[in-house]
């Protein structure tokens, strides 16, 4: 009797104990639940007094990004541009369409201080490198690249596609500017001016890799924004030295569209070395952008020692006001971005611009001829990276060898990048 006195007694202390921790946590969540619906009262006040339009910060789309191990994210980038050309009936420019360019590629940072960026053009069922470099910040305001990029020569062949005035660059820009190249360069900045050089090898061409010596160049461009305040007054000073290859040199232009036939050729020639000069000015004063450029070439070789010269003039206007921003870093004017896109209720950015470009590569025996082309630009920017242009162009060739003619032609294109 005592033992089973002592097993009941056992029994209901431990049934006490149970119903004990059974109300300590059916107490516990009792308070959670009251803590629970607290959140939920404050969470709906806040919701109350917030905006109901979130800020266009928080709205804008972010960009594509992918996630490294150990790294910055990665952000693609890239550009389509669609064209569709007409020419007059009697000229030598052909009508159609064309994918212009369709660029793919992705930049990022590989430290604090160290970035990438590599981008390829796809158009034409062919694949060529665009920018492909490396840059290390070796001070708040230099900048050591090395990789496949531009030599700092001419405003207009520094400034991206996406953002120039017209369709094409200038045949100036496109006739004395170097184009990318293998090379290491530096970038400097100061307040309001910069300094940019570099030391090239040539342009990428697999099929001129043997069987010779290849050509150097080394360039340099200095910029400065010389009026304070809002407006802008660019100028700036470029040049480069040169050896070209044992095969020797040769310079050829299209009357600035890319589906005209090469419109001036100076043939293969022998030199030893080239030198180019050139200054830029430029304006910019609220929704109106002037920009002149111009230079001379000279070569010197056993035979010949010709000298080429060229300028470019052109003229913007924003019709619904806004202006070109100007990067004093690296001395470019840069997007338009519409005041009021049609996201938003309004037209977008409407812009106008005249261009006069002019070329002579006739002298000292080298005939390749003189070229002068006279550009009217028709830009809609509806949203900040979709642009629709419309670009006509006249050309006149004046040529000893093949005689003189003109040409006509007009450039539409549907443009989008992101």
Same mark, same amino acid.
């Given at each position: ?32 639940? +009251? ?8 969470? @709906?006040?806040?919701?109350?007094? $917030?905006?109901?339009? %979130? ?44 994918? *212009? ?5 992705? @930049? ?5 201080? &160290? ?16 920018? +492909? ?12 690249? /090395? ?19 017209? &369709?094409?660059?200038?045949?100036? +820009? ?62 700036? #000073? $470029? ?24 419109? &001036? ?17 430029? #304006?910019?004063?609220? %929704? ?8 001379? #070439?000279?070569? $010197?070789?056993?035979? /010949? ?33 519409? *005041? ?30 003189? &070229? ?9 920017? %509806?949203?900040? *990276?979709?642009? #629709? ?30």
């Amino acid at each position: 009797m005592i033992g089973y006195a002592l097993l009941l007694a056992t029994a209901q202390a431990g049934a006490e104990t149970e119903a004990s921790r059974i109300a300590s946590l059916e107490e516990m969540v009792r308070a959670q639940d +009251a803590r629970i619906r607290d959140l939920e009262t404050k969470l @709906e006040a806040m919701a109350a007094k $917030s905006p109901s339009h %979130p800020s266009p910060a928080t709205s804008a789309p972010a960009p594509v990004r992918i996630a490294q191990s150990g790294a910055a994210p990665v952000k693609l980038r890239g550009r389509l541009q669609v064209d569709t050309v007409f020419s007059d009936p009697d000229g030598a420019i052909g009508t159609g369409t064309q994918i *212009r360019r369709l660029y793919l590629g992705a @930049e990022g940072k590989l430290g604090a201080n &160290l970035r990438y960026q590599a981008e390829a053009d796809f158009a034409g069922n062919k694949v060529s490198i665009q920018d +492909a470099l490396v840059g290390w910040q070796a001070s708040p305001s230099t900048e050591i690249v /090395a990789g496949y990029f531009k030599p700092p020569i001419t405003a207009d062949d520094m400034t991206s596609d996406v953002y120039t005035l017209f &369709l094409e660059r200038s045949a100036y +820009a496109g006739l004395f500017a170097p184009g990318r190249r293998v090379g290491i360069g530096v970038n400097h900045a100061g307040k309001g001016w910069g300094l940019r050089g570099g030391l090239f090898g040539e342009r990428d061409d697999a099929a001129l890799d043997t069987g010779r010596n290849e050509g150097w160049v080394a360039s340099l461009r200095g910029h400065a924004d010389l009026l304070p305040g809002e407006g802008v007054l660019h100028a700036a #000073l $470029s040049g480069y030295y040169s050896e070209p290859s044992t095969d020797g040199v040769s310079l050829s232009q299209r009357p600035e569209t890319n589906r005209a036939p090469l419109a &001036l050729d100076t043939g293969r020639f022998a030199a030893e070395h080239g030198l180019f000069l050139g200054g830029e000015i430029g #304006l910019g004063e609220g %929704p109106l952008t002037l920009q002149a450029e111009g230079g001379t #070439l000279a070569y $010197s070789g056993p035979a /010949a020692d010709p000298r080429f010269t060229g300028y470019s003039v052109q003229l913007a206007y924003r019709w619904t006001g806004e202006a070109r921003p100007y990067d004093a870093k690296a001395g470019l004017f840069g997007r338009v971005t519409p *005041r009021r896109a049609v996201s938003v209720g309004g037209i977008g950015a409407i812009e106008t611009g005249l261009r006069l470009t002019s070329v002579d590569l006739g002298d000292d025996g080298i005939g390749g001829g003189r &070229l002068t082309t006279y550009s009217v630009v028709v830009n809609w920017y %509806p949203l900040t *990276r979709i642009r #629709l242009s419309g670009n006509l162009v006249h050309a006149r060739v004046r040529d000893g060898r093949t005689g003189d003619r003109d040409a006509t032609a007009l450039a539409l294109r549907g443009g989008i990048d992101w």
